[in-house]
């Protein structure tokens, strides 16, 4: 991915992110819906939900870009499938904060993820019914019920997911999403994927 040099007067902790090469300086389509999801599903690990992105923003300093819980939803409402869509755009920056905080989040819950990830193999190789694994059940439900609120079902890319066997897997994707975010340099890996395909 070409980049360009990150905004100097962007909050030091969002300078290991760097710019990508895109015509727009706000982020395309499908950068908003993942941004979204990835925050959605930990919401369905996390039980304090948005008190947890607030609270990552005041540790992470990013408080100048993410002042309040109504920024926050209004940033995270740019994702085009939300029944409360907002028709403006979400900039570079935003989107790195935004990151930063999925990122700062799913390293606590690493060992989370992990048992998350562990049971799901384990329900598709052996065959076990999901109540056997509550805490996947449980997070599989939660995905499900704030996808199935917060989305617009007249939507396309939400009509597709029109099953709870549908719901599960894109569940399981961002399990998996999350875990890539703590890994080494996951915050990079991470904003490098989202762009994949939309860089010039």
Same mark, same amino acid.
């Given at each position: 991915?070409?980049v360009s040099?990150?905004?100097?007067?962007?909050?030091?902790?969002?300078?290991?992110?760097?710019?990508?090469?895109?015509?727009?300086? +706000?982020?395309? $389509? &499908?950068?908003?819906?993942?941004?979204?999801?990835?925050? *959605?599903?930990?919401? !369905?690990?996390? /039980? #304090?939900?948005?008190?947890?992105?607030?609270r990552?923003?005041k540790?992470?300093?990013?408080?100048?870009?993410?002042?309040?819980?109504?920024?926050?939803?209004?940033?995270?409402?740019?994702?085009?499938?939300?029944? +409360?869509?907002? $028709? &403006?755009?979400?900039?570079?920056?935003?989107?790195?904060? *935004?990151?930063?905080? !999925?990122?700062? /989040? #799913?390293?606590?819950?690493?060992?989370?993820?992990?048992?998350?990830?562990?049971?799901?193999?384990?329900?598709?190789?052996?065959?076990?019914?999901?109540?056997?694994?509550?805490?996947?059940?449980?997070?599989?439900?939660r995905f499900?019920t704030?996808?199935?609120?917060?989305?617009?079902?007249?939507?396309?890319?939400?009509?597709?997911?029109?099953?709870?066997?549908?719901?599960?897997?894109?569940?399981?994707?961002?399990?998996?999403?999350?875990?890539?975010?703590?890994?080494?340099?996951?915050?990079?890996?991470?904003?490098?994927?989202?762009?994949?395909?939309?860089?010039?």
């Amino acid at each position: 991915m070409q980049v360009s040099s990150p905004s100097s007067s962007a909050p030091a902790i969002l300078n290991i992110l760097p710019d990508p090469a895109i015509v727009e300086k +706000s982020c395309p $389509r &499908r950068v908003r819906l993942q941004i979204d999801l990835l925050l *959605l599903a930990i919401e !369905a690990i996390d /039980l #304090s939900g948005s008190e947890a992105f607030l609270r990552t923003t005041k540790e992470l300093q990013l408080q100048d870009i993410i002042q309040t819980r109504v920024v926050l939803w209004q940033l995270r409402s740019t994702n085009p499938l939300r029944r +409360s869509n907002q $028709r &403006r755009p979400l900039t570079l920056l935003e989107a790195k904060a *935004l990151v930063m905080i !999925a990122c700062h /989040l #799913s390293k606590r819950l690493t060992v989370v993820l992990l048992q998350l990830i562990r049971s799901h193999q384990q329900h598709q190789e052996q065959e076990l019914s999901l109540n056997q694994f509550p805490r996947l059940a449980f997070y599989l439900s939660r995905f499900r019920t704030h996808f199935r609120a917060r989305m617009n079902p007249n939507r396309a890319g939400v009509m597709v997911y029109d099953t709870d066997e549908k719901l599960n897997q894109l569940a399981v994707d961002y399990l998996r999403k999350l875990l890539f975010c703590t890994g080494t340099a996951g915050p990079q890996r991470v904003w490098s994927s989202l762009f994949d395909g939309e860089v010039a």
